[in-house]
C-alpha cells in the first residue's frame, strides 16, 4: 500500500500540471479570440460597408446601361467592366474578410447587364427580373455575412418598434411572395 501511495502521488502530480497546461492554454487562446475579435468585425463591416457601396453605385451604371439609348454596345460593355473590375478589384483586397462564395456572387452580378437593353419582350422581363433577383440576393447575403442582419435583428428585439403603415404592409406583403 505504501508503495501504491508512493506512485500514485507523484503521477497524480504529473497529471494535475499537465491539465493545468492545457488549461491553461485553451484559456490563453480563447482570450486572445476574444481580444482579436472585434478587431476582426470592425474590418469585416468596412470590407462589406465597401463592397455595399460598390454595388449600389454599379446599379446606377447599370441603370443607365439598361436605359439610355445613346450608347453603343462596346459603351455599354465598358462601363460594365469597370463596374465588375471594382468589385473584383475590392474583392482581392479584402480576400481576409469577405466570405469567397459571396466575394464571386458580387463581382459576377453585373456581367452581361449590358446585354439587357438589347433583348426584347419576355426576354428582356426575364434577364431584369433574374438582375434584380442577383443584386437582391447580393444585398442579403451581404447584411447576413457581415453580421448587421443578426445585430438589427437583436435591436428590434430589444426595442420592439411598432413600424407600421401602408406603404410597410405593402413592401411586407411583396416579401412575403
Known sequence: MA?????????AGIVGALLGVLLNEFVRRR???ELYAPKIFEKRLAAYESLAELIENGSRVANAVIENPDLTLEQRHDRIGAVVMSI???MGKNQLYIDE???AH???LFMGVED?????GEEREKLLKNYHALRR????MI???SGVAEINRLFRTINRPRIGGPIVEAIRELRRR
Not at 137 to 140: H, T
Open 106 to 108: 458580387c463581382v459576377a
Open 116 to 120: 439587357i437593353y438589347g433583348a426584347r
Open 3 to 11: 508503495t501504491f501511495l508512493a506512485i500514485l502521488a507523484p503521477t
Open 143 to 145: 447584411r447576413e455575412d
Open 101 to 103: 462564395e459571396l466575394g
Open 31 to 33: 482570450n486572445r479570440r
Open 88 to 90: 473584383a478589384e475590392s
Open 137 to 140: 440576393d447580393a444585398l442579403r
